[in-house]
Nanobody, 121 residues
Framework: QVQLVESGGGSVQPGGSLRLSCAASGTILSIHGMGWSRRAPGKERELVAYITLGGKIDYADFVEGRFTISRDFAKNTVTLNMNRLKPEDTAVYYC???????????????WGQGTQVTVSS
């Protein structure tokens, strides 16, 4: 009923850049927030960045000004621009969204399948 599809992962050298995009589709009444989390090998999933409908943005401390999240809720999309990537940024990145939709219009958290980001020389 509601699906999130990520794109833009890949491999890059340290110091490089990548852009991740996520598009929500299906029966969507309203989007209250969208963001990105990641899971590195052997570690728990952690928040990277999140943006609300009202425009409030949260970044994890490790972002250190290197990443920028932006949204276009009219198009049901969120983008994460990542610069100055480090090897420790290697992880599977997941899009998540707080969406009211589906058959009954309930508000739920949705997750994408994930996209691999590898930072290595």
């Amino acid at each position: 009923q509601v699906q999130l599809v990520e794109s833009g992962g890949g491999s890059v050298q340290p110091g490089g850049s990548l852009r991740l995009s996520c598009a929500a589709s299906g029966t969507i009444l309203s989007i209250h927030g969208m963001g990105w989390s990641r899971r590195a090998p052997g570690k728990e999933r952690e928040l990277v960045a999140y943006i609300t409908l009202g425009g409030k943005i949260d970044y994890a401390d490790f972002v250190e000004g290197r990443f920028t999240i932006s949204r276009d809720f009219a198009k049901n999309t969120v983008t994460l621009n990542m610069n100055r990537l480090k090897p420790e940024d290697t992880a599977v990145y997941y899009c998540n969204a707080d969406i009211a939709g589906g058959s009954y219009g309930y508000r739920n958290d949705y997750w994408g399948q994930g996209t691999q980001v590898t930072v290595s020389s």
